[in-house]
């Protein structure tokens, strides 16, 4: 990827040598970090080397009477962006006609931010945030916009969300020769590399041949995994602690006609005390934990990975799976999995390439 802004922007920093060599460096920096877990070759998952972001967020910088994109550079000051070539193929070519529009007085004043949300297909949503109360003046405005370049616009202000088309769009993930639907809600984790989600999922299914035990899925968000596993599982029991995430995932089920997941809306605490029947719980109440032979967990947690309580829990299956987009807090936590559990298989997932950022995954088996 050739790019205007390298050294400058703050979003790519591992850049020398280009794609391979900053692939390399990561390869070699997790195969060292690891080493005292696993002693096999930690398999790589590549990304696109441009355009293979599928969301991106850019300031809006005001300059007199023009405005313009703008990144944070390394000394964290905005500067006015030219061109993005992370961002894929669709969000690219409307940046610069939608910048056009963007020159009108309605729609520029106390305007700061502008996020893209698109699939592999170019459905896409644009997210305008502002530091004013958005009226029906904006809103005509910016429906003729939606209109002219086809997509959905969402107005954000203080307690303010005006939706002007849709605040999802629609993605199809390929894992496997299968064809996986998803939602994806603006303003919502998605994940923003659909190459190498579609990779991450992929892996994660490596290895399961069909079987009759059920899955364990903790941190479950929109169902991005949950939707496939359901496939190779005989159920497939699945939590998370956002509401919207939930009814995301419970969609995507539908999309897939999948029917053998149960998605419930509680912690890893709460869902501890209900499986050791220390607690009821209303939301669990037209599920039987007895008819589960949960012998796999599967784990994909924020940065902040798992906590020490949660380790423990996961320690409890015969198979554990772990997703994470932190080496540093991975580490930390194989330090508990490893008492009781082999690493059997460790890949990383280019997810963020020309960023310092990788995802790792992790199988482990009960020794």
């Not at 020159?103 to 297909?121: A, H, V």
């Not at 894992?175 to 994660?204: A, L």
Request: aromatic residues 10%; proline residues 3%.
């Amino acid at each position: 990827m050739n790019c205007l802004h390298f050294g400058l922007c703050g979003s790519c920093t591992n850049y020398e040598g280009g794609y391979e060599a900053q692939l390399q460096r990561k390869i070699s920096e997790n195969q060292e970090r690891f080493s005292q877990f696993f002693r096999g070759d930690i398999v790589p998952f590549r990304s696109p080397t441009s355009h293979y972001r599928a969301r991106a967020e850019f300031r809006i910088w005001h300059e007199g009477n023009e405005t313009f994109y703008a990144m944070t550079s390394k000394e964290k000051q905005p500067f006015k962006v030219e061109d993005c070539p992370q961002v894929n193929l669709y969000i690219e070519e409307l940046m610069p006609l939608l910048l056009e529009e963007l020159q009108q007085d309605i729609l520029r004043t106390k305007l700061f931010g502008c996020d893209f949300l698109s699939s592999k297909d170019g459905d896409m949503v644009v997210s305008l945030l502002y530091h004013k109360k958005l009226d029906e003046v904006w809103e005509q405005a910016a429906k003729k916009v939606a209109i002219q370049f086809d997509i959905s616009i969402i107005g954000r202000s203080r307690k303010q969300k005006i939706v002007l088309g849709k605040d999802y769009v629609m993605e199809s993930l390929h894992v496997n020769s299968k064809k996986f639907i998803y939602k994806h809600i603006e303003n919502s984790f998605t994940q923003p590399n659909p190459k190498v989600n579609e990779q991450m999922i992929e892996w994660t299914l490596e290895g399961i041949k069909g079987t009759q035990t059920d899955l364990l899925e903790l941190y479950c968000g929109a169902g991005n995994f949950t939707i496939p596993f359901a496939t190779k599982f005989r159920k497939v029991l699945a939590t998370e602690i956002s509401k919207a995430s939930i009814a995301a995932a419970k969609e995507n089920m539908r999309y897939n006609n999948i029917e053998n997941i149960e998605f419930v809306r509680m912690s890893v605490e709460e869902f501890t005390q209900a499986l050791d029947g220390v607690r009821d719980f209303n939301r669990m109440r037209h599920i039987d934990l007895k008819e589960y032979d949960l012998q796999t967990i599967f784990v994909d947690p924020p940065r902040a990975g798992m906590d020490e309580k949660s380790c423990h829990f996961a320690t409890r299956f015969e198979n554990i799976i772990y997703i994470s987009c932190n080496p540093l807090t991975l580490h930390r936590d194989l330090e508990i999995l490893t008492k009781t559990h082999t690493v059997m298989d460790m890949a990383l997932f280019d997810q963020f390439p020309y960023t310092n950022h990788v995802e790792m995954g992790v199988k482990l088996q009960r020794k």
